[in-house]
Structure formats: structure tokens, C-alpha cells
């Protein structure tokens, strides 16, 4: 058995991918897709994490006041390479 090189410097998921592009992502959750193996390199990520909508003004200092809404995002993660890579 292989043991993965794990980091302890830097965040894992520090944005969700392209297309969600949560920020801040929290309370991550690893699951295999209905069908899928539970120990397949290929799994499902749910997190929930920040979003600014298109028109808002959202930064750190105004968080909700800007139009922020914390929301929860899916994402597929592959380990298949040794680390994990958000597609």
C-alpha cells in the first residue's frame, strides 16, 4: 500500500474549481457517487463556501452587507495521481 504524501502548509481547497468558484470553502465532505466505488480515485466533494452574485459589491469587510451568500458547492475530486486535483 501506498501512503499519499500529505501537505500541512497550505489549504488543501483554498477556492472551489472553475465553475463554482466558492470562497472560503468549510465542512468539506468526501462521497462516491450513486454506483460509484467508495475507495475509487474519483469522488464527490460537498462543501459550503462564499459566492458573490454578478452585481454585487462582496469583499471581506462587507460579507452578506455586499450581496455574499454562503452556499453549498459539489465538486469532483481525483486522487488518481497521488494528490488531489479539483476538476
Known amino acids: 500500500m501506498t ?3 500529505v501537505t500541512t502548509t497550505a489549504p488543501w481547497l483554498s477556492g472551489g474549481s472553475g465553475a463554482t468558484a466558492g470562497v472560503g ?4 465532505s468526501l462521497w462516491a457517487s450513486l454506483g460509484a466505488s ?5 469522488q464527490q ?3 459550503h463556501a462564499w459566492s458573490c452574485p454578478p452585481g454585487a459589491t462582496c469583499s471581506a469587510s462587507t460579507g452578506y452587507g455586499g450581496g455574499a451568500v454562503r452556499s ?7 486522487f488518481s495521481s497521488g494528490s488531489p486535483v479539483i476538476t
Open 3 to 5: 501512503r499519499a504524501h
Open 25 to 28: 470553502p468549510s465542512g468539506p
Open 38 to 42: 467508495p475507495t475509487g480515485a474519483v
Open 45 to 47: 466533494l460537498t462543501y
Open 72 to 78: 453549498m458547492w459539489t465538486d469532483t475530486i481525483d
